[in-house]
Protein backbone atom coordinates (compact mmCIF):
# COMPACT_ATOMS: atom_id res chain seq x y z
CA UNK A 1 0.00 0.00 0.00
CA UNK A 2 1.44 2.96 -0.82
CA UNK A 3 1.46 6.09 1.75
CA UNK A 4 1.85 9.58 0.60
CA UNK A 5 3.24 11.18 3.52
CA UNK A 6 5.78 8.16 4.44
CA UNK A 7 9.11 8.13 2.86
CA UNK A 8 11.97 5.94 3.22
CA UNK A 9 10.76 4.59 6.63
CA UNK A 10 9.61 8.19 8.63
CA UNK A 11 7.19 10.64 8.18
CA UNK A 12 7.62 12.97 5.55
CA UNK A 13 7.99 17.01 6.93
CA UNK A 14 6.30 19.84 5.98
CA UNK A 15 8.05 21.35 2.61
CA UNK A 16 8.79 25.72 3.87
CA UNK A 17 10.92 27.43 4.81
CA UNK A 18 12.37 28.15 9.01
CA UNK A 19 11.76 31.50 10.17
CA UNK A 20 16.16 31.85 9.91
CA UNK A 21 15.86 31.31 6.50
CA UNK A 22 12.66 34.10 5.97
CA UNK A 23 14.77 36.51 7.90
CA UNK A 24 18.15 35.95 6.08
CA UNK A 25 16.12 36.61 2.94
CA UNK A 26 14.55 39.40 4.07
CA UNK A 27 17.82 41.26 5.36
CA UNK A 28 19.18 40.72 1.76
CA UNK A 29 15.95 42.45 0.24
CA UNK A 30 16.45 45.00 2.81
CA UNK A 31 19.72 46.11 1.71
CA UNK A 32 18.99 45.72 -1.77
CA UNK A 33 16.26 48.38 -1.50
CA UNK A 34 18.74 50.48 0.12
CA UNK A 35 21.44 50.74 -2.60
CA UNK A 36 18.76 50.66 -5.59
CA UNK A 37 16.13 52.44 -4.54
CA UNK A 38 17.93 55.98 -3.85
CA UNK A 39 19.29 55.15 -7.79
CA UNK A 40 15.67 54.54 -9.00
CA UNK A 41 13.90 57.64 -7.12
CA UNK A 42 16.75 59.78 -8.73
CA UNK A 43 15.96 58.44 -12.27
CA UNK A 44 12.36 59.26 -11.86
CA UNK A 45 13.04 62.68 -10.68
CA UNK A 46 15.48 63.45 -13.47
CA UNK A 47 12.65 61.61 -16.02
CA UNK A 48 10.80 64.94 -15.27
CA UNK A 49 13.31 67.47 -15.81
CA UNK A 50 13.41 65.99 -19.00
CA UNK A 51 10.15 65.66 -19.51
CA UNK A 52 9.53 69.50 -18.69
CA UNK A 53 12.74 70.50 -21.26
CA UNK A 54 10.68 68.46 -24.21
CA UNK A 55 7.36 70.09 -22.72
CA UNK A 56 8.94 73.48 -23.31
CA UNK A 57 10.46 72.55 -26.82
CA UNK A 58 6.82 71.74 -28.15
CA UNK A 59 5.42 74.82 -26.86
CA UNK A 60 8.28 76.97 -28.20
CA UNK A 61 7.88 75.43 -31.83
CA UNK A 62 4.14 76.01 -31.58
CA UNK A 63 4.83 79.72 -30.78
CA UNK A 64 7.03 79.83 -33.67
CA UNK A 65 3.78 78.62 -35.84
CA UNK A 66 1.58 81.45 -34.13
CA UNK A 67 4.16 84.22 -34.75
CA UNK A 68 4.55 82.74 -38.37
CA UNK A 69 0.65 82.87 -38.80
CA UNK A 70 -0.24 86.65 -36.93
CA UNK A 71 3.16 88.03 -37.25
CA UNK A 72 4.33 88.57 -33.27
CA UNK A 73 4.11 86.21 -29.99
CA UNK A 74 1.07 86.52 -27.83
CA UNK A 75 1.71 88.68 -25.31
CA UNK A 76 2.75 87.89 -21.97
CA UNK A 77 -1.01 88.75 -20.89
CA UNK A 78 -2.47 86.32 -23.32
CA UNK A 79 -0.20 83.82 -22.16
CA UNK A 80 -0.20 80.25 -23.64
CA UNK A 81 -3.76 79.87 -23.94
CA UNK A 82 -3.49 81.88 -27.09
CA UNK A 83 -2.20 78.70 -28.78
CA UNK A 84 -5.27 77.08 -27.93
CA UNK A 85 -8.10 79.76 -28.13
CA UNK A 86 -7.90 82.56 -30.82
CA UNK A 87 -7.32 86.34 -28.74
CA UNK A 88 -9.67 89.32 -29.93
CA UNK A 89 -6.89 91.07 -31.54
CA UNK A 90 -4.79 88.01 -33.76
CA UNK A 91 -5.64 88.33 -37.08
CA UNK A 92 -4.59 85.39 -39.23
CA UNK A 93 -4.49 83.36 -35.98
CA UNK A 94 -4.90 79.62 -37.54
CA UNK A 95 -5.02 77.51 -34.76
CA UNK A 96 -4.80 76.37 -32.42
CA UNK A 97 -1.57 75.34 -32.62
CA UNK A 98 -1.17 72.53 -29.97
CA UNK A 99 -3.62 69.20 -29.87
CA UNK A 100 -5.08 69.22 -26.19
CA UNK A 101 -4.63 72.32 -23.71
CA UNK A 102 -1.51 74.08 -22.78
CA UNK A 103 0.05 71.48 -20.73
CA UNK A 104 1.11 71.59 -17.24
CA UNK A 105 4.44 70.98 -15.97
CA UNK A 106 5.19 67.30 -14.58
CA UNK A 107 4.89 68.92 -11.29
CA UNK A 108 1.32 69.67 -12.05
CA UNK A 109 1.67 73.48 -12.02
CA UNK A 110 1.20 75.59 -15.01
CA UNK A 111 4.13 77.17 -16.95
CA UNK A 112 5.14 80.38 -17.14
CA UNK A 113 5.32 82.67 -20.05
CA UNK A 114 7.07 85.86 -20.88
CA UNK A 115 6.87 88.33 -24.04
CA UNK A 116 9.37 90.17 -23.82
CA UNK A 117 11.51 87.47 -22.38
CA UNK A 118 14.68 88.89 -19.94
CA UNK A 119 16.60 86.17 -20.67
CA UNK A 120 15.26 85.32 -24.49
CA UNK A 121 13.10 87.00 -26.89
CA UNK A 122 10.36 84.44 -25.31
CA UNK A 123 10.12 82.96 -21.89
CA UNK A 124 9.03 79.96 -21.39
CA UNK A 125 9.85 77.87 -18.20
CA UNK A 126 8.89 76.30 -14.94
CA UNK A 127 9.98 76.52 -11.07
CA UNK A 128 10.27 72.43 -10.79
CA UNK A 129 8.79 70.78 -7.76
CA UNK A 130 9.40 73.24 -4.89
CA UNK A 131 7.81 75.73 -7.45
CA UNK A 132 10.01 78.96 -5.88
CA UNK A 133 12.65 80.13 -8.29
CA UNK A 134 16.09 78.58 -7.68
CA UNK A 135 16.80 75.34 -6.41
CA UNK A 136 19.25 72.21 -7.10
CA UNK A 137 18.07 68.89 -8.81
CA UNK A 138 14.49 68.45 -8.79
CA UNK A 139 13.90 71.85 -7.32
CA UNK A 140 15.67 73.66 -10.08
CA UNK A 141 14.27 76.07 -12.91
CA UNK A 142 13.51 74.91 -16.00
CA UNK A 143 13.62 77.15 -19.13
CA UNK A 144 13.92 77.71 -22.66
CA UNK A 145 17.15 79.06 -22.57
CA UNK A 146 18.99 75.79 -21.07
Known sequence: MNQ????????????????MELLVVLAILGLLIS??????????????TKTARIQIRDLEQALEMYKLDVGRYPGTREG???LVKKPANAAGWNGPYLKSDVPQDPWRQDYHYKYPGERGEVDIFTYGQNGAPGGDGEDADVGNWQ
Open 4 to 19: PFRRRGGLRRGRGFTL
Open 80 to 82: LEA
Open 35 to 48: LVGPQVLNQLGGAK
